[in-house]
């Protein structure tokens, strides 16, 4: 696959390219496990229709 | 933070703009489905989950004698949003937050390999996307209606999560890397929560017709390949923007 010959933030350093990534991947994760995993009943009821059109496990 | 900052930003607008697109068309294809088969949940009896009966229930004295019991079920499962455009908000709520964190995890994972470039490869990350986190997972775990005999929560949860995570790797692993024993390891990585086996209900017996229940698998899978592709390409586009305005930035001052 081609990629991008252009990076985002060239000037950072690999090992701080490699954290901020990390840690955008990781917001990514809590925020989408937040709304479709959430155990909260509220939660749970507000995304009810969302987690069934994802297929995520609900109920 | 300038990384961080850019990644949060296009993943912001991709979301947002893929997350409303995937609420609309889950307001036409699969919440009509939902709303369906809720009828045969309460039909049924048993597990239910109203949403809306919570405000309808106090004076509403007109309704049968069923009222109190379905007002003590929506108090038991706590608050939920008022059947119509409270109960749509919310959905496009939560495909916008959704969204927006679906395409922090593409975003991030794809400037590891270099970057989205443009808005075609942003399609194929896209359709990589809806491969790990919707084609994997629902082969074990069809999208299931309200009312569907299902096996314990925790332990789909937990099978979804893995299969997820074995996919991007085993995906990853085939693009990225040339070497056939990684290659190997990449297809068993795929295949492996699928011969372990997702946790099946004791039981299939279901309320729901099997048409209705065929209906909604295709209409998930359906709409998630078009919001992976939209995801994708709205990525690209933006990113390539970002990136443009850079390079333009930077051959103006040379």
Known sequence: MNTASVSLGASVSSQSRFVQLALAAFLGVFVMGFVGFSHIDAIHNAAHDYRHSMGFPCH | MTLFRNVVFIAAIAGLVAGVVLACMQAYATVPLILKAEVYEQAGGGHTHDHGLAPAAPGS??????????????????????????????NVVANVVTGIGFALI???????????GNWRQGVFWGFAGFAVFTLAPNLGLP???????????AQRQIWWTATVVA???????????????????AVALIVAPHIFGAPQPDSFESPIPEGLHHQFVVAVTLTNLVFWLVLGAVVGLV????????????????
Do not use: Y
């Open chain 2, 167 to 185: 996919t991007a790797a085993g995906l990853g692993l085939l693009a990225f890397r040339k070497s056939l024993p990684l290659a190997l390891l």
């Open chain 2, 61 to 90: 004295n007109a309704v049968s004698s069923a009222v109190p019991a379905e007002a003590a079920t929506a108090q038991e499962e706590g608050w939920a949003p008022a059947d119509g455009f409270e109960r749509f908000a919310f």
């Open chain 2, 106 to 116: 593409l975003v991030a994972a794809s400037e590891f390999a270099g970057g989205i």
């Open chain 2, 239 to 254: 990113r390539g923007r970002l990136t443009g305005t850079a390079t333009g930035l930077r051959e103006n001052l040379a």
């Open chain 2, 143 to 153: 999208p299931e209606l309200p009312a569907m005999p299902t096996a314990d929560l």
